[in-house]
């Protein structure tokens, strides 16, 4: 056990020592992490559409709830997937288990309502902190407003007719007049609106943060690039020559591997603690209501890291290849595992494909957390995958890893 | 006392056989040497001997202890200096030291009281707080050398220790060997420069394909097996010179190679006259003379027909 954390605290001293480490898992996470957050502090902020999935459960039937479909379906720049399929208690309880951002009920009576000029409303329920609740606010609040428009003009038109078939005399002044002053009032007052209610832990429901999605995000890719990197390290060592000294040296070799991964581990837990840390001094991110599950989800994370990291080294040949290889790997893993963009805003079939990367459920851990206001009891599925995922990579790695070159 | 013992050791990579069944033995305070070209099979030999690739066939004992069967209780008595300059450039010298003392359970005052001994004995003791890294090739080589013995080892095996060394650093090497060596301890040494071995070693195999084609003390190789040897540059090779030149009385044998008649003698002196003057008779031209008085390097010409640095 002394070895094994001498050979850790080695490897932590030459981390040290490398003055760029510095910069790479430090100051560049930082800068990107503030830079990322500031630049898209609204939700997307790239010109392809983003996809949110929306149950609608229309209680109506009518011809107004079948217009309010289309104009949602037929929304610019964001692409709602309608899922129709849902009842009110089902689409509920997805959104407060943090698997939708929103859910918009169309009530009975909705139709008729509209048409006859009584004050209606469609009922939007939304995750608290939910980075898209702004969005399907905002994109359904727009919907209403049309349906305000269209009931004041409707309202306008038809007391003109009645007016004008009397006398068939139209006075276009006052017609102006009363479609402004109606507006005005319908605009204060809109007879079709939107009320939006939070599902899900109230208290965690104030104004969002991006950084709440950013921090971890960033903080998992980086941990990645960090651990990753220093695997790494070992084939420097073996192609330096000091990795045979120490095979030389009266060390079992499980013990030399141990204290590398944990040293590896160590830099993980680091990276993560320093940008969370970073993240709620500055930023004023959320770490949610459970401290142990953030901690035992970043722990996971770091033993499914490091154990890749043990598996990379274990199948790549050289140094040289381990750059190229990692950079693919954190990147394209992290893009499509949730750490630029949340999950749950990707096409379904990304958000399968992701489920073979650790990334994936890191995320979820940490948006179940910090953007959801879940519990410990919430990620221990995340936790367990992560934990299972370590294990597995480390088992391979080490039954593939190549101690000694031929 | 024999502190070694090497027995038909053998290591095959896939279809090649880098040793191939080699025997000898090592005695307490003696310096073996193994002599030959790269690739012969020295580094494997050595790594064998350390524990740290296993034999495909054979033994090795190291102080009586079964070095295949019991790694672990070996490796804390021996010392080993790789080839490369397997050390931390990013740490200093100190740090070196003391990671890799760790490793071998030395307590920590008496690492410290070491760690100082061996830069004060290898001239490194002013320059211990810089990085590795800014150290010249022979300091590195020399704190190369420094990290072997800081387990206090029995038998310290060097390979090639002064590859890449400028001719003072391996001047100071060869002086610190020797004094380790009068201090008692056991050493295996590998090179490829023959003089080097003529130095130092006691005794020196001369390896060659995974064999050791001779084994001896080197004045005794060079005088039963060593032969002036004159290479003489010609352009073709003639046949009819090549016979003239083997009836020559201080003649042993004449090979023909690459442009160059490589000429084994009895005595170089006596047979470059005899040499000289058949070349007048057949007014043959000579494109180069070299003359190689008797040396390893002429033992392993005559023994391999190679040079030691082909």
Known sequence: ?406 | MTLVEVNNISKTYGDTRAVDGISFGIQQGEIFGLLGPNGAGKSTTINMLCAYTEPTGGQIRTDDIDVVAEPERVKPTIGVVPQDIALYPDLNAVENLRFFGRLYDIPADQLTRRIEELLRLVGLYEKRKGRVEHYSGGMKRRLNLAAGLLNRPKFLLLDEPTVGVDPQSRNAIFEFIQALNAQGLTILYTTHYMEEAELLCHRVGVMDEGHIIALNTPQHLINTLGTGIIHIGVQGGDEGLTAQLRALPQVKAVTYRDGTLIVETVDAQQALLDIIGLFNETDTPMTALEILEPNLESVFIQLTGKQLRD
């Open chain 1, 1 to 406: 056990m002394k070895k094994l954390l001498y050979v850790a605290s080695n490897e932590l001293l030459l981390l040290f020592k490398d003055k760029m480490a510095a910069v790479w898992m430090i100051i560049l996470p930082l800068a990107l992490t503030t830079i990322m957050g500031l630049a898209f502090g609204g939700l997307g902020g790239g010109s392809e559409p983003v996809v949110i999935d929306l149950p609608v459960v229309d209680q109506d039937g009518g011809e107004m709830a079948a217009a309010v479909l289309d104009i949602l379906a037929q929304t610019q720049g964001t692409y709602l997937h309608l899922e129709t399929e849902y009842d009110e208690g089902t689409a509920r309880q997805l959104v407060y288990d943090g698997k939708r951002a929103g859910a918009l009920i169309i009530p009975a009576g909705f139709t008729a309502d509209v048409t006859s000029g009584n004050p209606t409303a469609l009922d939007l329920l939304v995750a608290p902190g939910g980075q898209t609740a702004p969005l399907l606010e905002g994109m359904v609040r727009g919907v209403t407003s049309g349906f305000s428009s269209v009931q004041t003009t409707v309202e306008v038109t038809i007391s003109e007719v009645q007016r004008a078939t009397g006398s068939y005399d139209l006075d276009y002044d006052g017609i102006a007049a009363r479609v402004v002053a109606t507006a005005q009032e319908r605009l204060e007052n809109p007879p079709v609106s939107t009320r939006v209610t939070t599902v899900g832990n109230a208290e965690e429901e104030e104004e969002f943060n991006i950084f709440d999605q950013v921090v971890p995000g960033y903080a998992v890719m980086f941990a990645m690039f960090g651990v990753l990197g220093g695997a790494g390290a070992i084939l420097e060592e073996k192609e330096r020559g000091t990795f045979k000294r120490l095979l030389i040296a009266p060390v079992p070799k499980y013990v030399l591997m141990g204290g590398k991964l944990l040293a590896q581990f160590i830099v993980g837990v680091a990276q993560i603690v320093l940008m969370f840390a970073f993240g709620a001094l500055v930023f004023h991110v959320s770490l949610g209501g459970s401290i142990l599950g953030l901690v035992l989800v970043t722990l996971a994370t770091c033993w499914a890291t490091t154990a890749l990291g043990m598996l990379l080294v274990a199948v790549i040949k050289s140094r040289k290849q381990v750059h190229p290889i990692t950079t693919l790997i954190v990147l394209g893993t992290s893009a499509i595992g949730g750490s630029w963009f949340p999950l749950f805003l990707m096409p379904k079939w990304v958000q399968q494909a992701a489920r073979v990367t650790l990334v994936a459920w890191a995320m979820e851990g940490y948006n179940q957390l910090m953007l959801f206001g879940g519990g410990l009891n919430d990620v221990w599925p995340d936790i367990g995958v992560l934990l299972l995922y370590g294990a597995v990579c480390f088992v391979v790695g080490l039954r593939l890893f190549r101690f000694k070159e031929a």
